[in-house]
């Protein structure tokens, strides 16, 4: 049996070379969005730099609330660079929030995790709205890890705080990186990668809603990954979904969240306006 090339199935930046017209494409539409949009930015959920979030309106008092948390493999990226995400979301009536986090080596992904449990219960004082939570690769673990947190055991927030989740391209077993010079930076051992994979925590309540997309021309490795949650999950009595977005990489799969014609968008939409948010 071939072993498997972690290194190639994981460093997406080594595979994709245009990444980085991508990302600077993402930065200048954002600082734009931001400098225009109807906005409440640099708001803080924590004392550190990066405990920061952004949020964008749709105008309505009681529209629904999307979280959307940017990837990077827990090192890289920020709100600033991912606002771009929150226009068309909010030209269909939904408010989204973009926070920002600490970075690996200075924090563990654990202490992320942590942070991003903070945000949501900030942002739950400050809106009392059920936030639809989605996030991209490093973002879409951190989705995954917010369904799955046992919210009752915080307090102030109510036990079922996060109840849908949409998982793009997401990381949920870390021990493959391990190996990969993306450990380099979050530094996991083989007992910290198992604590930080949500695939091996106890699933969600019965009745949780996660969906998971992977853009159709990533690796095996980010297939397998997004079918390995959503069926152990299911298993579990979470209501779960796949999607395989056709043309589209592990970086460009985020620009369909700017499409309202694109299934991803109109799956993402459809959580946010369901009864059950």
Not at 99 to 113: A, G, H, N, T
Not at 130 to 146: E, K, M, N
Not at 188 to 214: H, K, M, N, Q
């Amino acid at each position: 049996m071939t072993a498997i090339d972690y290194e190639f199935e994981y460093n997406n930046r080594a595979r994709i070379p245009e990444y980085r017209a991508i990302i600077a494409r993402w930065r200048a539409t954002s600082a734009l969005d931001r400098q225009a949009a109807r906005a409440a930015l640099d708001q803080p959920y924590g004392v550190a730099e990066r405990q920061r979030y952004d949020v964008f309106y749709a105008g309505a008092p009681d529209a629904p609330l999307i979280v959307y948390i940017h990837g990077g493999y827990w090192q890289m990226g920020s709100r600033q660079d991912t606002a771009f995400i929150a226009r068309a979301l909010n030209a269909e009536a939904i408010d989204v929030a973009v926070p920002s986090y600490s970075l690996c080596p200075e924090v563990s992904v654990m202490q992320i995790i942590d942070e991003l449990r903070r945000c949501v219960a900030a942002l739950w004082t400050q809106t009392g709205k059920h936030p639809i939570v989605v996030g991209h690769s490093a973002g879409g673990h951190l989705a995954a890890a917010l369904l799955a947190t046992d919210w009752g055991a915080l307090p102030g927030v109510p036990a079922d705080l996060v109840r849908d989740a949409c998982a793009i391209s997401g990381v949920f077993e870390l021990t493959p990186l391990l190996a990969t010079t993306i450990n380099a930076a979050t530094r996991l051992d083989a007992r910290a990668a198992i604590d930080a994979s949500p695939l091996w925590w106890a699933p969600p309540p019965r009745g949780r809603v996660l969906v998971t997309a992977v853009g159709g021309d990533e690796t095996a490795e980010f297939h397998r990954q997004s079918r390995a949650l959503a069926e152990r999950w299911r298993q579990a009595g979470v209501h779960t979904e796949q999607l395989s977005i056709a043309g589209t990489n592990h970086f460009t799969i985020v620009d369909e969240l700017t499409r309202p014609d694109s299934a991803l968008f109109a799956r993402v939409a459809a959580l946010a306006r369901s009864p059950h948010a």
